[in-house]
């Protein structure tokens, strides 16, 4: 069915409501009043009554509105109208009315409108009457009236310019070129219940850029790599690591977030737990992944940077077997100083072939970006992306310094850049991709409250805001959990979901055919979802 369409375009529309005026001049029928049935005979009318008035036939305008509903006998429908009023206490006998509409289709309504009209005027129905439509159904028509005046019989299914509900995006970017772009932004139908949100953002294809794979170890593991290793832990069980997972502050955190990874030892272990996010992220409809690795919190306790990038790396190969393609990005902990920062790149040199860009992490506030100057120039001069951790607890000048000083492609977090007008502007005004993390932001209390989290406000802005999982075993959830949570506390419309999905592709380190084919496949599915 959707080939039979036939697109309207406005100009076309708007020429045709003028040859019906013509044709209403020509046939030297003068209205003393023309109604347009809303809303499709509102646009014609108008046409029309201009068209009219520029030769000099004046005459009075209005819309009134039919609604049709299922009978007693569910078969017949039938037609309410409303907003006679004025007709009524104006029309007299001698009057001529217009009656216009975009198409005579079953004829039901203007047979219903002038049912009503002359039920209500009595005396004063004018005697003549006449019916003009820019397009005639006449295999469809169900009354006896047909139009005196038309420019086009048809029996096409025709689609008026405003008409963009029912349409699947593909249609409207295919037809409607001009408001795509338009309503690319605004609500598309929302959903009836969180529910019905959870299920799309369940299927929604997304990538996660923001993965700090060490963060990625959930408790079960854990403790199954420390009786592999025979690493002591001072915990008896996984109920143990579970309770001790619970922290409330950033100290404790990092005590077991640390602490966790002190079971990590062998190739198979990175390997494993690698592997298990990456089944994790695939059942999220997670496409494309760039993953953090921290080799500093590995390599100072004696294990070797082979042993850590081999087993990431092999786990990366295998999703990729399986259609999910990777970034692997190195991070400096930036609590540690710049010399630390350079010999690990050093240690990195021989693995460029599988490392895609470099980044910062831990500790922000006390460690500007500055502090990594040079060590992020010699990256960005071995030809890897740059991105840091910035404006999550650290003031927005640190996101200053992480474009001006670092020159990164992308920040991580950013919340606190909209502390500064001109910081969101640039931001914006790059198309500067921002990774944010909202239950990483809940749990850690960089918000009090998701409901106050700045993900629709980054939106608002402009900027390209993407929603990812940060350290999911320590905050609570993987990428949809981050979903959920954050569009049930903003109240997401769709168009914000798909935005921000949208979002992580856009702002990936993929080539632009990738990123097109999978802004098409989310094209697809949100076409698919209704
Ligand atoms: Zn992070």
Redesign the pocket.
């Known amino acids: 069915m959707a080939d039979d369409k036939v697109y309207i375009s406005a100009n076309e529309l708007l020429a045709d409501s003028f040859r019906l005026g013509n044709m209403v001049l020509e046939s030297g029928f003068a209205p003393t009043h023309l109604v347009g049935i809303w809303r499709g005979g509102a646009p014609v009318g108008i046409a029309v009554q201009e068209l009219l008035e520029y030769h000099g036939v004046v005459c009075d305008h209005i819309a009134v509105r039919t609604s049709s509903y299922s009978g007693i006998d569910q078969q017949t429908p039938e037609v309410r109208v409303f907003a006679l009023g004025y007709l009524i206490d104006t029309l007299g006998p001698d009057d001529r009315l217009l009656v216009i509409d975009d198409v005579f289709d079953s004829g039901r309504s203007i047979e219903a409108f002038l049912r009503e009209l002359a039920l209500r005027c009595r005396h004063n129905m004018p005697r003549g009457v006449r019916i003009a439509t820019v397009y005639y159904k006449p295999t469809r028509n169900r009354t006896a009236l047909k139009p005196d005046f038309f420019v086009h019989q048809s029996d096409a299914w025709l689609v008026f310019p405003h008409e963009v509900n029912g349409l699947t995006l593909d249609e409207i970017r295919r037809h409607k070129p001009e408001a795509a772009a338009i309503l690319q932004r605004a609500p598309m139908t929302d959903f009836a219940s969180a529910v019905d949100r959870a299920d799309f953002i369940a299927g929604l294809p997304k990538a996660e850029l923001?993965?700090?794979i060490e963060?990625s170890l959930e408790p079960e593991m854990l403790f199954a790599l420390a009786k592999r290793n025979a690493v002591a832990i001072p915990f008896e069980s996984v109920e143990a690591v579970r309770a001790a997972y619970e922290f409330s502050n950033l100290q404790d955190f990092l005590d077991i977030y640390y602490q966790g990874m002190s079971v990590l030892q062998t190739e198979q272990d990175f390997f494993d737990l690698t592997a298990a996010y990456l089944a994790r992220a695939e059942a999220d409809a997670v496409r494309h992944v760039e993953i953090?690795f921290d080799p500093q919190g590995h390599t100072e306790r004696g294990v070797a940077f082979a042993v850590v990038i081999g087993g990431i790396a092999r786990a990366l190969d295998a999703a990729r077997a399986r259609g999910v393609t990777s970034r692997l990005i190195m991070c400096f902990l930036r609590h540690l100083d710049e010399a630390a920062a350079e010999a690990t790149l050093d240690e990195a040199l021989p693995y460029l072939a599988v490392i895609d860009g470099v980044g910062l992490?831990s500790s922000e506030v006390g460690h500007p970006p500055a502090k990594f100057a040079r060590v992020f120039a010699r990256a960005r001069a071995l030809g890897l992306k740059l991105v840091a951790?910035a404006g999550?607890e650290g003031p927005p000048a640190y996101v200053h310094e992480a474009l001006d000083v670092l020159g990164v492609d992308r920040i991580?977090?950013g919340n606190r850049a909209l502390e500064d007008a001109a910081l969101v502007a640039r931001l914006a005004t790059g198309g500067m991709c921002l990774?944010v993390?909202p239950l990483?932001n809940h749990k850690l209390c960089v918000v009090d409250d998701l409901a106050a989290h700045p993900l629709r406000r980054m939106l608002d802005a402009g900027l390209v805001a993407t929603v990812?999982s940060?350290?999911p075993a320590y905050f609570g959830g993987y990428v949809n959990a981050n979903f959920v949570a954050v569009a049930d506390a903003l109240d997401l419309r769709r168009d914000e979901i798909v935005a921000l999905a949208r979002n992580s592709f856009a702002g990936s380190f993929l080539g632009e055919t990738d990123k097109a084919r999978h802004l098409a496949a989310i094209d697809a599915y949100v076409a698919q979802a209704g």
């Open positions: 923001h993965l700090h963060g953090f992490d951790h999550e991580d977090h990774t993390c990483s990812n940060d350290d």
